[in-house]
C-alpha cells in the first residue's frame, strides 16, 4: 500500500524557516512526481510546488517562489519542502502528494495519494 509520511512543521515567528519531509513507501518513488500543497483555515487547497521524477524540474506558486525549495533524493525516497523567509500569510496545513506520472500538475485532483498533513503556524 503506498504511504507518505510527513514530518517537519511547527511554529516560526516571520522571517523564519522550516523543512518539512515527505517519505514515500511501497512504489517506485523515483518513477513519480511530488507535490507540496497547503491549505488555510477556512479556505481551499492551494498549489505550492512541484518536483517531477529524478528532480527533473520543479514548479513554484507565485507565492513562494524564490523562498521555498523543493527537492527529493530518490535513494531513501524522500522529498523535502525547504521554505524561508516564512510569511504569516504561509501558515496552513501542509501536504505532499504523490502524482500517478514522472510529471506534476498544479491540479490537486490529479494527485493519487496524500501524506497526513502537517501544521505550518508563522506569527507576526
Known amino acids: 500500500q503506498v504511504r507518505l509520511v510527513q514530518s517537519g512543521g511547527g511554529l516560526v515567528h516571520t522571517g523564519g524557516s522550516l523543512t518539512l519531509s515527505c517519505v514515500g513507501s511501497?512504489?517506485?518513488?523515483?518513477?513519480?512526481?511530488i507535490g507540496w500543497f497547503r491549505q488555510a483555515l477556512g479556505q481551499e487547497r492551494e498549489f505550492v510546488a512541484f518536483?517531477?521524477?529524478?528532480?527533473?524540474?520543479?514548479d513554484y506558486a507565485s507565492s513562494v517562489r524564490g523562498r521555498f525549495t523543493v527537492s527529493r533524493d530518490d535513494n531513501t525516497g524522500t522529498a523535502w519542502l525547504q521554505m524561508n523567509t516564512l510569511k504569516p500569510e504561509d501558515t496552513g496545513v501542509y501536504y505532499c502528494?504523490?502524482?500517478?506520472?514522472?510529471?506534476?500538475?498544479?491540479?490537486?485532483?490529479?494527485?493519487?495519494?496524500w501524506g497526513q498533513g502537517t501544521q505550518v503556524t508563522v506569527s507576526s
Open positions: 518536483i517531477n521524477y529524478s528532480g527533473g524540474g520543479q
Open positions: 511501497s512504489y517506485d518513488f523515483s518513477a513519480r512526481a
Open positions: 502528494s504523490r502524482h500517478p506520472t514522472a510529471w506534476g500538475t498544479r491540479d490537486d485532483s490529479s494527485y493519487q495519494y
